[in-house]
Structure formats: C-alpha cells, structure tokens
C-alpha cells in the first residue's frame, strides 16, 4: 500500500475521515457518478466532491468520464484496489522518506501536550 511516508500519510490522511470512509464503503459495492453517491449518503454534491478529491489524490479512487442515456456526462468513480498492514515496523520503514518538514509536522501539533 506504501511505498513512502508521504505516501502513508496522504492516504492515512484521505481515510481518517468518517464521511470518507462511507464513500470508500459505498464505493466498495459498486462504482457510481456523483450525483447518485451523493443522495445515497446524504451529504451535498459539493461537499461529496471535496472528499472525493482528498481520496483521488491520495490514489484511492479514480474517476473517468461517461455520457448519460440522457446525453449529459456523468463523473463515475469507483475504488483503487488497495490494501496494507500498519505495524511499527512499517511505520518506521516509512519515517526515513519523508520528504518535507509538513509531512513530519503537517498536523499542527507539534509542541501541544
């Protein structure tokens, strides 16, 4: 699932979310367009794309492009196959390639108890 610690931290970044994970869950049982995912989980299209983006630049989803029965284009994304082991093992593995001061301290809390 890691190849580096950036990497690790966008997509544990992407899944710690809880409105991200119900779309990964949908997403799971079939891929779907926008507006139908949207109503399924009840959250706005605007809000839905937001999260939607976070995934996909995390490599967790992919989106294409397909034209409607109704002729409109429709934004389909489904799933990236995905799967990973998180041990200390792995983490420290991942630590030694982290490439910019915000991937070590991008949360903020450094200094804070």
């Given at each position: ?20 994970l ?28 937001v ?63």
């Amino acid at each position: 699932m890691w190849t580096t610690g950036d990497e690790l931290l966008r997509q544990l970044g992407a899944l710690g979310n809880p409105h991200r994970l119900r779309i990964v869950a949908a997403l799971h049982a079939e891929r779907t367009y926008v507006s139908k995912l949207a109503r399924e989980l009840r959250i706005s299209r605007a809000l839905l794309q937001v999260h939607l983006r976070k995934l996909e630049a995390a490599g967790l989803v992919t989106a294409s492009f397909e034209t409607g029965e109704d002729g409109k284009t429709l934004r389909f994304y489904e799933l990236t196959p995905f799967s990973g082991v998180l041990s200390p093992e792995t983490i420290a593995a991942a630590v030694p390639t982290l490439t910019t001061p915000e991937s070590v301290h991008g949360d903020g809390e450094e200094g804070r108890e």
